[in-house]
């Protein structure tokens, strides 16, 4: 029977891959995956397909093709939109593999929130940086793509050191995140109706 604290990890662990997933999919996968094979950590048996070689190795080739294409401007968002259809499932299969390999109660709930939290973070994600992208210049793309490969790094060792805390945190994020994203998709279709107004000829 698992522990309360086990229960804690599991839930802890389910979030992170769940909000990891919406910002940096294939690095949440690899850097957990490789913390499991390297013996690190003890995943849970639903997230022990990680560690397979060849899921790290599928997950270190995205991993680096991410880490390119996220740092130049457009090509990015189109990169978020495709993944659209891509880290929104992922995110709920992890999150859902975290809590048991069999279908329980605990991993339906995990699946669905997991799904979305990833959704939400997602979002969030792709509309602040297709805002930035509005901007001329390359440095505060870069930045921002520098700044998600930090804090999803950052969040993975959180949550394995201190699961309660990053929980709390993660709850205070979402609370943003639900203020935030109605924001920045007002902020995009304002930037797309002054676009389209500019691109308008006079008297067409």
């Known amino acids: 029977m698992i522990t309360e604290w086990g229960t804690i990890q599991a839930l802890a662990l389910a979030s992170l891959l769940a909000w990891a997933s919406g ?3 294939y690095l949440a996968i690899f850097v957990v995956g490789l913390a499991g094979y390297l013996g690190y950590v003890e995943l849970p048996a639903g997230l022990h397909v990680l560690q397979h070689p060849w899921v790290l190795g599928a997950a270190g080739m995205m991993l680096l093709m991410e880490f390119t294409v996220d740092k ?3 090509i990015d968002s189109l990169w978020d939109a495709i993944h659209t259809f891509i880290r929104i499932p992922a995110g709920a299969l992890l999150a859902a593999g975290a809590t048991g390999d069999t279908l329980s109660a605990l991993t ?3 699946g ?3 799904g979305t939290i990833t959704a939400g973070t997602h ?3 792709a509309g602040a940086r297709a805002l930035i992208n509005t901007s001329p210049e390359p440095f505060t793309n870069w930045g921002a ?3 998600e490969d930090v804090l999803v790094l950052g969040a993975i060792w959180f949550a394995f050191q201190h699961p309660v805390a990053f929980l709390i945190a993660l709850a205070l994020f979402v609370a943003l995140m639900i203020w935030l994203l109605p924001k920045v998709w007002r902020g995009l279709k304002a930037v797309f109706r002054f676009t389209s107004r500019r691109e308008t000829p006079a008297g067409g």
Do not use: D, E, H, I
């Open 123 to 125: 979002l969030t994600k």
């Open 112 to 114: 669905l929130l997991g």
């Open 108 to 110: 339906v709930a995990a």
């Open 23 to 25: 910002v940096r999919l």
């Open 72 to 74: 130049v401007p457009a």
């Open 145 to 147: 793509s520098f700044g």
